[in-house]
């Protein structure tokens, strides 16, 4: 089955610093990739998505993420990260032909004003 | 369109006590999931459902059971309650899984004494 690694378990940074979150998957086969955030108090949306095509992926609030297939990473990056970004961000994994998705520990990114 | 609800919002159980938590999504979505989200260790998906009157298990379906049997319904069953069932639990629901687009729940926070 697959799995999913995030590396980083809490990240601070200050207001404008850039961000990197990690991503790592196991599964040797095709898979959908996700990045999931969960504001405080609220539940889980989706952020962004790749399925197929251009590996550099553009989400939600200045958010991108990049499928590098050799290294089985998804990584999770913002240019300039804002006060208003502080959460829990979770990557998934969707193998093709599955029908579950599974989640990885989740990064708590704390950004200070 | 409420979306995904889901009922109790909290609940206090002590040891060996049962309980059912109700999942409900109003937009006619074929597959339906359980998860549990504990600190350090994301989500973990406990059963998934792929339609009307079929189950599946997850990461981590031992101690729980499940039932569909209307497609707007997910049930989720603890038979007797142990401390390590504390957790909170997420249903979400997806039209086609692999496009990740499940729609999430609010979330029911359980503790078991």
């Known amino acids: 089955a697959q799995s999913v690694s995030q590396h980083n378990h809490h990240v601070i940074l200050s207001e404008a610093a850039s961000l990197e979150l990690g991503c790592n998957y196991s599964y040797g086969g095709t898979v959908n990739l996700f990045w999931y955030v969960q504001y405080p108090g609220q539940h889980l949306q989706l952020l962004l998505k790749?399925?197929?095509?251009?590996?550099l992926v553009k989400g939600i609030k200045g958010f991108e993420a990049e499928f590098i297939k050799s290294k089985f990473s998804f990584n999770l990056r913002k240019p300039s990260v804002q006060w208003s970004d502080t959460a829990e961000y979770f990557c998934a994994v969707n193998a093709l032909g599955n029908n579950d998705m599974r989640f990885g520990a989740g990064t708590r990114l704390t950004v200070k004003p | 369109n409420a979306g995904v609800t889901q009922t109790p919002k909290f609940r206090v159980l002590k040891t060996g006590q049962s309980m059912t938590l109700l999942c409900a999504q109003d937009?006619?979505?074929?597959?339906m999931y359980w998860y549990r989200q504990d600190p350090g260790m994301g989500l973990r998906l406990i059963h998934y459902?792929?339609?009307?009157?079929?189950?599946a298990k997850g990461e981590v379906p031992d101690g729980y059971n499940v039932s569909r049997l209307k497609k707007q319904n997910f049930l989720l069953g603890l038979e007797s309650a142990a401390p390590s069932q504390t957790s909170v639990y997420f249903c979400?629901?997806?039209?086609?899984?692999?496009?990740?687009?499940?729609?999430f729940g609010p979330g029911t926070r359980l503790t078991v004494l």
């Open positions: 790749y399925f197929s095509g251009d590996p």
């Open positions: 937009m006619n979505h074929e597959y």
């Open positions: 459902s792929v339609g009307e009157g079929t189950t």
């Open positions: 979400a629901s997806s039209q086609v899984p692999g496009l990740g687009l499940q729609y």
